[in-house]
């Protein structure tokens, strides 16, 4: 039996939401299922494919919804998780009892553990180091901005892996890990350290080049790094430089080559002082994500660029 995982891309918590999945799927539905992680990355449009679904089963996770027939299971906690004409009465059709959508839910691998134990039984304490950390990295709860920069923690190590891992062959193997292996010890797992050693390295020049890029004006941050190489970014280093900005909009290209649009509200302040649903303004321009944090994907500059000012203008209060 075959089943495809769909989930966030280079990010942690869908790594972790299938790692908890995996598990549960095979103690309760088919113990000798060959699961295949596939990564799904938010573009404008339907970001899925024919193949996504061709499989005996499928779940999709930290994701957009589908409203492909052949979508088995579904759980979500974004706020955009429905953008195209009818997925919204689709989800709320549906009659398997699979399909699951919470935006306060903290963490997605939180929520697909408390609904699968719900519904199923499934025991996730074996769990819960990794469900610890992803609502600690997804909910950016760290004492100071400077955690999750320095990236000193196992956990960090791995959230850092999530996200920059570029492998394919390396994306199943981690989130099998997460279900099986502690922290400490895949923290340093000889894969890790191949990917994460010129990425830490690289990481100390970023930091440098947001201190140059940074350009802070009125509560609202942006950034451009549209000449630097297709790379991820760390998403902290802004708050890290500018501790107490509110809101944080920036341009870079991101490893696929589009152009990346990054939108978040400091989650070291208040989050009752939060006046924008940044899901919100990334919808208008084809992207999502949280009312805290979002982003959208871009294949032309002049849009991309003309989608900063918009966001920018509109959490500084003003009109675009």
């Not at 996730?124 to 004492?143: I, N």
């Not at 895949?186 to 690289?202: E, F, Q, S």
Request: aromatic residues 12%; hydrophobic residues 45%.
């Amino acid at each position: 039996m075959r089943v495809h995982v769909l989930h966030h891309a280079a990010c942690f918590d869908g790594a972790a939401s299938s790692a908890v999945f995996a598990a549960f799927y095979r103690e309760h539905v088919a113990a000798d299922a060959t699961l295949v992680f596939l990564p799904k990355q938010h573009r404008q449009g339907d970001p899925f494919a024919t193949p996504d679904f061709d499989a005996d089963d499928s779940a999709v996770l930290d994701f957009r919804y589908s409203a492909n027939a052949r979508l088995g299971w579904f759980f979500d906690h974004h706020a955009s998780a429905f953008q195209l004409p009818g997925e919204r009465a689709h989800f709320d059709a549906d009659q398997t009892r699979r399909k699951f959508h919470d935006p306060a839910a903290p963490s997605c691998a939180g929520f697909v553990a408390k609904v699968l134990g719900e519904r199923w039984g499934f025991d996730a304490g074996v769990h819960a180091e990794l469900l610890r950390f992803a609502e600690l990295v997804d909910t950016a709860a760290f004492s100071d901005p400077s955690v999750p920069v320095a990236l000193e923690q196992p956990a960090l190590r791995l959230m850092t892996f999530a996200e920059q891992n570029r492998e394919p062959a390396l994306v199943g193997r981690f989130i099998e890990d997460l279900a099986t292996v502690p922290f400490v010890r895949l923290a340093n797992a000889a894969y890790i350290n191949a990917v994460l050693d010129p990425v830490l390295a690289r990481h100390q020049r970023d930091i440098a080049l947001f201190a140059k890029r940074c350009r802070p004006h009125d509560d609202v941050l942006e950034y451009e790094l549209l000449d630097q190489p297709p790379r991820a970014y760390n998403k902290f280093i802004p708050y890290f430089h500018h501790p107490t900005i509110r809101y944080v909009v920036g341009l870079s290209v991101g490893p696929d080559g589009l152009i990346r649009l990054t939108v978040g509200y400091n989650p070291w302040l208040p989050r009752e002082d939060r006046e924008h649903d940044i899901s919100r303004l990334c919808e208008h321009w084809g992207g999502g994500g949280h009312p805290y944090v979002g982003g959208a994907a871009f294949t032309r500059e002049a849009e991309a660029r003309a989608a900063q000012r918009w966001i920018a203008t509109v959490l500084r209060g003003g009109t675009p």
